[in-house]
């Protein structure tokens, strides 16, 4: 089993930056994939973005530019760096592992609030 805590979100001017962390512990630590996903209100959860144990990176065509993904294997940790921050970017962000191809795990969401 994994758990999975996100911390970093809040409240941030537009145009402005926030860092999330996600940390994992339990019994599976090594991870296929490791990413994010968001949901705003009203609106279906959507992939923000992902990297995979290769160094492959994807993001959703609204972050590009803006958000980097990073993770740090040794500390079972991903990070998502939000540059550039935008009313549109509000919304509880998930993050989530992926030790192959099949499971996912969640962690429980960290709420940016991006409004002057």
């Known amino acids: 089993q994994v758990q999975l805590v996100e911390s970093g979100g809040g409240l941030v001017q537009p145009g402005g930056s926030l860092r999330l962390s996600c940390k994992a512990s339990g019994t599976m630590l090594r991870f296929n994939v490791m990413g994010w996903y968001r949901q705003a209100p009203g609106k279906e959860r959507e992939s923000v973005a992902s990297?995979?144990?290769?160094?492959?990176?994807n993001y959703v065509d609204s972050v590009k530019g803006r958000f980097t993904i990073s993770r740090d294997n040794a500390k079972n940790t991903v990070y998502l760096q939000m540059n550039n921050l935008k009313p549109e970017d509000t919304a509880v962000y998930y993050c989530y592992v992926q030790p192959g191809t099949d499971a996912m795990y969640w962690g429980k969401g960290t709420l940016v609030t991006v409004s002057s």
């Open positions: 990297a995979t144990s290769t160094g492959n990176t």
